[in-house]
């Protein structure tokens, strides 16, 4: 496989301050790939520096140090833009034009033909369900509409690799999911895609490799099942409990009532004896399942030791 | 250039959505009101006025649309990120520089032909005849519209690197320095030292000069002016824009975008 999106040692910093003589750095010594055909997904807290590699990869700011390359070229060559469709963060379109009119004007860059191009607008306005809304001017558009028009006009021009800031942000259930089901079939159609999240369901149904960053460092990159560790957090076992006893009431302090069943975390080792007390107390179970750490699980990890790390040097006054 | 064209004409129907050409309505009304006026009250004067205060009129309008229009023009796209879309297209800094640029200045051709035909209407409504003489006022006209060019690119050009107020006041500032630029050139006081008189003389070259663009006496008088003068003033207006506009260019291919 070959990288679409490349790398190395990719860092922005900003200045700010009086007379801007101090230097914020939102970007740390960057290195990852995103191969050819992957869904790769960007997470990480709000401040992290997802946006900001993003922008970096567009050519939207510039690098304070390292480079990177899109599908072989040098971010600063817009040419292979050709080739790129971008949704960026909250997207913010001509509100004076309609949705028709947007996606015209951005497919007119990429050289259609007057006819190609009136195809093209129509079929990404059923894709993204706005086939209505076409001759609408985009100041009536709510928030998520606007989402789905940004969504258009990324693919409108058919690209190779697709960029996109937060493709969910400000979408209601139904929309996410219509986001998630054109992503997929993106993907299936050979597409690589790069998009950055926060809402982590969507990363570990979505992507075949996701990248974690936080405090402006790529903490992790894998597998989403992978990337948090293979190592079993114990077993979950789900039961039905009636009647009373000394031996039901034994069970029931150790549980948490959830509903009318009961349920119970125990180690692996502890399994068998936590089953054979259940049995004794006439408990009918309904499952047993191992307890893997989760994204979200890996993610808040990272995040509360930055900000355990954070409070530590405040209070020690560095 | 292509893609200069794309994003000149969609400029050229944002300013058409947003109300820009509404001030003919306004320029149409004082038209109208000077003609009845001049009509009842002139004696032998009435080209005089009336050229006089359309022209007057037309280089007014179209300054205040070259400044504010010509400052939002890159600024408005930073601060709402509409410019994050259209620079995800194969499509350099300085082409969508070029295309604003050349959006606008459609614009004001549009607006400021449309305004010297009102004026010319009501010349006529007024002597009910033109005269051959009337037509340097359409001389004018072009230098007003190459005026506006300049302002156009000095706007755009303050706007890449400043925020929008400054770059109002920076144009402004420019355009009324520029206006006494021939004073400056010929400023020789004796208290001045040598260096001090070489400074302001080369300073009067650098600024742009906005003086040359004033016909309106002749235009009134229907006194002709000399080709050299039109054909000065072209060379002029073309060599300035495409010195401001390529700094303007250099500065926003280096600048950040929030």
Redesign the interface.
């Known amino acids: 496989m070959t990288a679409a999106i490349e790398t190395q040692n990719l860092t922005k910093q ?1 200045p700010h301050g009086f007379l801007h003589l101090k230097r914020k750095t939102s970007l740390e010594n960057l290195t990852m790939q995103v191969e050819d055909g992957e869904v790769f997904g960007f997470l990480g807290p709000n401040g992290a520096g997802k946006s900001t590699t993003i ?1 970096l990869l ?5 690098p304070t140090a390292g480079s990177a390359q899109i599908l072989g070229k040098p971010v600063s060559d ?5 080739d ?3 949704l ?1 963060e ?5 509100d ?2 309609t949705a028709a009119e947007v996606l015209d ?2 497919a ?3 050289g259609f033909r007057a006819a190609e191009r009136k195809e093209r607008v129509q079929k990404m306005l059923r894709k993204v369900g706005l086939e209505t809304a076409g001759k609408i001017q985009l100041r009536k558009f709510s928030k998520g509409m606007l989402q789905r028009v ?1 969504l258009a ?1 990324a693919i409108v021009h058919d690209p190779k690799l697709l960029i996109l800031d937060e493709p969910m942000s400000g979408l209601d259930p139904v929309g996410r999911r219509e986001v998630r089901d054109i992503i997929l079939e993106l993907k299936n159609a050979g597409k690589t895609i790069l998009f950055s999240t926060h809402i982590l369901s969507d990363a570990e149904t979505l992507c075949d490799r996701v990248g974690v960053i936080a405090g402006g460092q790529l903490r992790g990159v894998g597998a989403p099942g992978s990337i948090v560790g293979v190592k079993s957090l114990g077993m979950e076992i789900i039961f039905e409990l009636t009647g009373s006893g000394a031996q039901i009431e034994k069970v029931r302090a150790k549980a948490t009532k959830f509903g009318a069943n009961y349920r119970m975390s125990v180690s692996e080792a502890e399994l068998y004896a936590a089953l054979e007390e259940l049995r004794g107390a006439s408990a009918t179970i309904i499952s047993v399942t191992q307890i893997k750490p989760t994204l979200e699980d890996f993610f808040m990890e990272l995040v509360g030791k930055d900000r355990a790390q954070a409070a530590a040097v405040e209070v020690s006054g560095q | 250039m292509s ?1 200069v064209l ?1 994003v000149a004409r ?1 400029t050229f ?2 300013a058409v ?2 109300r820009v050409l509404y001030n003919l309505v306004f320029f149409a009304l004082l038209m109208i009101a000077s003609a009845v006026i001049v009509g009842q009250v002139s004696m032998d004067i009435e080209t005089i006025v009336m050229v006089s205060l359309g022209l007057s009129a037309i280089s007014l309008i179209g300054l205040l649309i070259a400044v504010f229009t010509g400052v939002g023009l890159v600024s408005k796209e930073i601060d ?13 800094r300085w082409e969508f520089l070029l295309g604003k640029f050349t959006g606008l200045v459609l614009t004001l051709t549009v607006n400021t032909a449309a305004m010297a035909a009102g004026l010319f209407l009501a010349m006529w409504s007024v002597k009910h005849s033109l005269v051959r003489g009337d037509a340097v006022a359409l001389v004018a006209v072009y230098f007003i519209l190459l005026k506006l060019m300049l302002v156009v690119a000095l706007a755009m050009m303050f706007s890449c690197f400043t925020s929008p107020l400054l770059a109002i006041l920076f144009t402004g500032g420019l355009y009324v320095a520029g206006l006494f630029v021939a004073q400056l050139r010929s400023l020789q006081l004796t208290q001045m030292s040598a260096h001090t008189q070489k400074f302001f003389s080369i300073l009067s070259y650098l600024l742009p000069n906005f003086e040359n663009y004033d016909v309106m006496g002749a235009a009134a008088h229907g006194r002709a002016i000399s080709r050299s003068l039109v054909l000065h003033n072209t060379l002029y207006t073309a060599l300035y824009c495409a010195i401001v506009l390529s700094v303007a260019a250099v500065i926003f291919s ?1 600048k ?2 929030k």
Request: glycine share 6%; charged share 25%; hydrophobic share 35%.
């Open positions: 900003y922008k567009m050519g939207i700011i510039f817009v040419s292979m833009h050709q790129i469709g971008y960026p909250q997207p913010y379109f001509y004076y034009l004007y951005f007119r860059f990429h940004g006009q | 893609r794309i969609n129907r944002e959505r947003d709402k990120r509409t410019l994050h879309a259209v620079l995800a297209r194969p499509l350099r280096r950040d975008l």
